[in-house]
């Protein structure tokens, strides 16, 4: 069994992935090609924004929104404790500092009343100019947009939507990467939608961020490549990537997002009463780029993940430790409690989760999570 099935979803669609690849390599169109434009114009409508601009990776889609907004040193950006690193370490990259915020348990998503007390708390120390608030879609879920932006507003800070696990998850009939300012999403392979390699995108209806953005992705370029009018980076999606994930957003818009939320239900039926399982709140859409449990400890989940490995059962720990407490961050300062987040690190277990997961797979791992409560 696969925690998620890569060689499965080749098989399932190698007659139309095939022939994508091999005709960026029969038309040797590497960089820049027309897959790329045709990629970026879809994924702009299924999220349902004006601008899409695809770039190398999920990492430096956060830079360049960042970059877009000036963020830098003196600035404060807040940033959910339980998380990738990615998400704060882009913000420190920049010169800034990222403030950690506390999560809800339920969702694992960021908590509006921890993140207002940090603005405020920022505010009253009077050190950093707070700037902005990244808000990640973690595990498929989006965060609570509707609690987040009314702080965002009341204190005039800018709201991206790091999207990288999200793509594909809703709030009502408002897509995932459509929430920010400016969103951005990644296109590692394990996400919902997933290139065969590195690759990222960002997502705006505003104008001129977007136009930056485009230079600053192309080593700050003008009118070509040689008129070079800012300081930029190299980060541009290949061809080759572009014509994978053409193919993968048709399957994926059609059945496996579908798909995956059927795995999710049957988990939950089979779960809910032996482990805490992801809650999707009311009128939110979950995309399951992961399935994650919760456990009553450390020792109940390292028991459970060796007992789970020894039935040949893949599963995965995200995150083992909270931001604050990464040697990175060590000299960060806190301005409020991070109580939830160090918690859910003791007690977080992602099971295997993709939609080419078969019932009788499914059934494996509900029955190994059972017998491991009732031996």
């Keep these: ?95 800034a500092v990222p403030v950690f915020v506390d999560v809800e348990e339920s969702s694992f998503n960021l908590l509006p009343q921890s993140l207002e007390k940090a603005v405020c708390e920022v505010l009253k120390q009077g050190k950093l100019t707070p700037r902005a608030i990244i808000a990640v879609d973690l595990f498929g879920q989006p965060a609570d947009f509707v609690r987040i932006r009314t702080i965002a507003k009341r204190y005039g800070l800018l709201l991206l939507e790091d999207g990288a696990q999200g793509f594909g998850g809703r709030i009502g009939e408002k897509r995932a990467c459509s929430f920010g300012d400016i969103s951005t999403t990644s296109f590692f392979p394990a996400k919902p939608l997933g290139c065969y390699g590195d690759g990222g995108a960002v997502f705006t209806d505003h104008d001129s961020w977007a136009e930056l953005i485009r230079s600053y992705r192309v080593h700050g370029k003008g009118k070509d490549k040689y008129d070079n009018i800012r300081v930029g980076m190299n980060s541009r999606l290949d061809t080759l990537q572009a014509a994978v994930l053409r193919v993968k957003l048709e399957a994926f818009r059609e059945y496996e997002l579908e798909a995956v939320n059927c795995v999710a239900a049957r988990y939950a039926d089979g779960l809910n009463e032996l482990v805490g399982i992801p809650i999707v709140e009311e009128g939110f859409y979950s995309s399951f780029a992961q399935y994650s449990i919760l456990l009553a400890s450390e020792k109940e989940r390292e028991g459970l993940k060796e007992f789970l490995k020894k039935r040949d059962i893949p599963s995965m720990v995200y995150y083992p430790k909270a931001m604050h407490e990464l040697e990175a961050f060590r000299v960060v300062p806190h301005f409020v409690e991070l109580n939830n987040a160090s918690d859910i690190c003791g007690r977080v277990l992602a099971l295997p989760i993709h939609p080419y997961l078969t019932e009788e797979e499914q059934d494996k791992v509900i029955g190994a999570v059972k017998d491991y409560f009732l031996r």
């Excluded at 696969?2 to 992935?17: I, S």
């Excluded at 022939?19 to 349902?48: H, K, M, Q, W």
């Excluded at 190398?56 to 600035?75: F, H, K, P, S, Y």
Aim: overall charge negative; some cysteine; glycine content about 8%.
């Design 1 to 95: 069994m696969q925690f998620r099935d890569l060689k499965r979803q080749y098989q399932v669609l190698k007659d139309k992935l095939d022939p994508a690849i091999s005709e960026v390599l029969t038309n040797a169109d590497f960089i820049s090609g027309s897959a790329v434009s045709e990629l970026e114009r879809e994924l702009a409508e299924y999220v349902g924004v004006k601008h899409c601009i695809t770039c190398a990776n999920g990492t430096d889609a956060l830079t360049l929104a960042l970059m877009a907004w000036g963020i830098g040193e003196g600035d404060a950006v807040f940033v959910p404790d339980f998380t990738f690193f990615a998400t704060a370490e882009t913000v420190a990259y920049e010169g």
